[in-house]
């Protein structure tokens, strides 16, 4: 796991030193820390995130850093044992070959499960933790760019071109991953995205959805 999270940027807004204090204790937990990346505040929540997900890409290429792990200070570690056991599982399973690996993430079937402690996903969206490899940063750079570029002329337009909306594109040609059972959510909190409370535990923690297909 050590491996995973060495190099770990955590997104957040100057104004949010609320959610700052949470992500310190929630990575005390995994006993794992983090550089913090000042959010970019826009009047479209949107677009600031997206940009700002772009500005800890662009770090990690300037860096020429292996690997990156980009998380928002929303992050929560609900069984932190079970993570790090699974994420080291993950990390040393050479047979695996992958571009992207969702630590949490709101997912909707179908997904392939590949091993107990991961799953192949193709509809997985909420950027609330990320792993993503160099030889991906570019792909993921153009794909975040035009995102953010759509939001701008279309910004009510969440359903479609928000980053974790747009990004599904990519998990549908390239090797997404997301660790399993699913146990990192988002604290219940205010949302300057959203701009209100929101709580989606109950959805990030189920992978099957058996629901819609009612």
């Not at 500005?55 to 990690?60: Q, T």
Request: proline share 4%.
């Amino acid at each position: 796991m050590e491996n995973l999270f060495a190099n770990t940027f955590l997104i957040n807004l100057e104004s949010r030193p609320d959610r700052l204090e949470h992500a310190s204790n929630e990575f005390a937990k995994i006993g794992q820390t983090f550089e913090r990346i000042n959010a970019i505040k826009m009047k479209t929540g949107s677009v600031g995130c997206t940009m700002s997900h772009i500005r800890c890409l662009e770090l990690a290429k300037q860096r020429n850093l292996d690997h990156v792990f980009i998380c928002e200070d929303d992050i929560t570690f609900t069984n932190p044992d079970l993570l790090k056991d699974n994420l080291a599982k993950f990390d040393e399973n050479d047979e695996i070959n992958w571009d992207l690996l969702i630590i949490g993430g709101n997912n909707v079937p179908p997904f392939q499960q590949v091993t107990p402690y991961c799953a192949r996903v193709f509809y997985c969206q909420t950027t609330t933790g990320y792993v993503v490899k160099k030889h991906y940063y570019d792909t993921l750079l153009q794909n975040f760019k035009e995102s953010a570029k759509q939001l701008m002329l279309n910004p009510a337009n969440h359903q479609t071109y928000a980053l974790d909306m747009y990004w599904k594109r990519l998990q549908r040609q390239d090797f997404w991953y997301m660790i399993t059972p699913p146990t990192v959510t988002q604290y219940e909190s205010y949302s300057d995205i959203e701009n209100r409370v929101v709580n989606y535990e109950g959805m990030m923690l189920d992978m099957e959805k058996r629901w819609l297909k009612r």
